[in-house]
């Protein structure tokens, strides 16, 4: 039986700080598109009001910067924050019913919050003495675009795993 996209979506919420028990691909899934169609919609709508409404032909660059600047920004900054806790949660969850350690899930996230930072510094440290400042920025970019799609991808592979009987739950 399916649960109704409302029901998946505050479920989400509700169940922020469980780490035990089971999400389905959907309830996963539809917390995390609508969550992301929630900070578009705000981000399209202030952006409507500020350069529709608000500001004249003259102006419209200058209203786009302070539209990125005080909105954009700040929302870009605070949605992750907030959106946080619950979607470990429901990863780790999801990892679960997908009849693996939460610790997969975590584990990834861990990753590329911290270990994936601490070696790129790493990195760039020792290649700052012998090489010059340009062709460090250039391989530090390419070794962080490379790393970050890669656990993005196995994250989102985790995600996407079948249901597994629940006799294999970890």
């Not at 032909?57 to 910067?65: E, P, Q, V, Y």
């Not at 939460?102 to 090489?131: D, E, K, N, R, Y």
């Amino acid at each position: 039986m399916h649960k109704s996209i409302k029901d998946c979506y505050f479920d989400g919420w509700k169940k922020a700080f469980v780490y035990k028990g089971r999400a389905t691909r959907r309830e996963f899934w539809l917390f995390i598109v609508i969550n992301i169609a929630i900070v578009l919609f705000i981000a399209a709508l202030s952006y409507c009001f500020l350069i529709a409404l608000i500001a004249d032909r003259t102006g419209r660059g200058g209203m786009i910067l302070v539209w990125a600047w005080f909105v954009w920004l700040p929302l870009r900054a605070l949605a992750p924050v907030i959106l946080l806790v619950p979607v470990v949660s429901l990863g780790i969850r999801r990892m679960h019913d997908a009849g693996k350690s939460g610790w997969w899930f975590g584990g990834a996230l861990l990753f590329i919050l911290l270990i994936l930072p601490l070696i790129l510094t790493g990195i760039h440290q020792v290649m700052l003495s012998p090489v010059d400042n340009h062709s460090v920025e250039q391989v530090t970019a390419f070794i962080t675009i490379t790393l970050n799609v890669l656990a993005a991808i196995s994250i989102l592979w985790l995600c996407c795993l079948p249901t597994q009987p629940s006799e294999q739950t970890v």
